[in-house]
């Protein structure tokens, strides 16, 4: 199973990080490799299901993306955390920190497994994970130029 931490500080409080970052209808503008979804049940809070496509290694894969967890943390932050299902199988963990008055950190974790299917395709497991250590840098990225261009 791959596994995956990155973080990233973002000029905005968590309320404004959180509030774009758990809108499932806009994932796919700000996620590196996820397709537009194909079905949103619910509104980013606990019980959201998301049908999309997911590519991988080239290799594009059904994937639905639940809303599992949640909760305020005792800073002042948020914790969410989704489960992924199909071919594509994982959970990941957003964690959405305080840092000074105006700027927000942002952890998110993800472990997954690799389908054979895009194994098959690059023989090495260890190239598919910097490629999606990479992507999920580029996500976090995209959604700091998101919410730091957007209204405050």
Do not use: C
């Amino acid at each position: 199973m791959g596994h995956i931490k990155v973080s990233t500080a973002i000029n905005a409080p968590v309320d404004r990080v959180v509030e774009v970052a758990s809108d499932p209808r806009h994932w796919a503008s700000w996620w590196v490799n996820l397709g537009e979804p194909e079905k949103i049940e619910g509104d980013g809070g606990v019980g959201t299901v998301v049908e999309h496509k997911y590519l991988m290694a080239g290799v594009p894969f059904h994937v639905t993306t639940r809303v599992t967890g949640r909760e305020q943390t005792p800073n002042g932050g948020q914790r969410l955390r989704l489960e992924l299902d199909g071919p594509l199988k994982g959970w990941q963990t957003w964690d959405y920190s305080p840092d000074g008055d105006n700027t927000t950190v942002v952890t998110a974790e993800f472990d997954y497994n690799v389908p054979g299917s895009a194994v098959g395709k690059f023989a090495d497991e260890l190239i598919i994970e910097r490629m999606q250590e990479r992507a999920r840098e580029q996500t976090l990225e995209n959604l700091k130029l998101l919410v730091e261009a957007g209204p405050r």
